[in-house]
């Protein structure tokens, strides 16, 4: 079945760049998206971006200018650059399968339509970063 | 940046009893709202997509309804193992998460 494991450093200290990287097995990374996403202690569920193997990448608007995803097909891995964190950057990240789904609903005249959705359908286990001196 | 805002945050309910969850989009998301269950010290688990649709290996109980900017997830009748946080994601531009409801005993 589909896995996947983050991994990197579990520190990092004020100012510098966290770096994980995302191990795919099961699933070759040439196929779907491939997203991180992040938990602050106690807090809910941040989107930070996903990469296509196509190199089509998107940003959350709000870390955007501090974040970089890149992919390593050859690897079947791919990673997250977080430049100059600060302590709000502490969080759980999690890595995490894309897919497009299709939907076949009922549409006007007895046809049918077929709709297109995102989800993200495995995710790795987690690994936690804390910023610190 | 589109806000999804989940209510209640908390939901106190008994197994067997059905709770109803409740997620409502700052604009329109059509039908692109997903569904999350998380329990603790573990990730994320796809529970509905496309609003209505059940993941692969999820129980019946489970059921989404909802279009344009309002969304429920219903569960029929909660078992033991249903008492955890589920979050709504909106796929409709960029990626957003609401902040979650905890559905406790």
């Given at each position: ?133 | ?55 692969t290996g999820v129980p019946d109980r489970f059921s989404g309804s909802g279009s344009g900017a309002e969304f429920t997830l219903t569960i029929s009748s909660l078992q033991s193992e249903d008492f955890a946080v589920y979050y709504c994601q909106q796929s409709n531009n960029w990626r957003t998460f609401g902040q979650g409801t905890k559905v406790e005993i």
């Amino acid at each position: 079945q589909v896995q996947l494991q983050e991994s990197g450093p579990g520190l990092v200290k004020p100012s510098e760049t966290l770096s994980l990287t995302c191990t795919v097995s099961g699933d070759s990374i040439s196929t779907n998206y491939w997203s991180w996403i992040r938990q602050s202690p106690g807090k809910g569920l941040e989107w930070i971006a996903y990469i296509h193997s196509s190199g089509s990448t998107k940003y959350n608007p709000s870390l955007n200018s501090r974040v970089t995803i890149s992919i390593d097909t050859s690897k079947n891995q791919f990673s997250l650059n977080l430049s100059s964190v600060t302590a709000a950057d502490t969080a759980i990240y999690f890595c995490a399968r894309e897919v497009e789904g299709i939907v076949v609903v009922p549409a006007s005249w007895g046809l049918k339509e077929r709709r297109k959705y995102y989800y993200m359908d495995v995710w790795g286990r987690g690994t936690t970063v804390t910023v610190s001196s | 940046e589109i806000v999804m805002t989940q209510s209640p945050a908390t939901l106190s309910a008994s197994p067997g009893e059905g709770a109803t969850l409740s997620c409502r989009a700052s604009q329109s998301v059509s039908s692109n709202v997903n569904w999350y269950q998380q329990k603790p010290g573990q990730a994320p688990r796809l529970l509905i997509y496309g609003a209505s649709t059940r993941a692969t290996g999820v129980p019946d109980r489970f059921s989404g309804s909802g279009s344009g900017a309002e969304f429920t997830l219903t569960i029929s009748s909660l078992q033991s193992e249903d008492f955890a946080v589920y979050y709504c994601q909106q796929s409709n531009n960029w990626r957003t998460f609401g902040q979650g409801t905890k559905v406790e005993i």
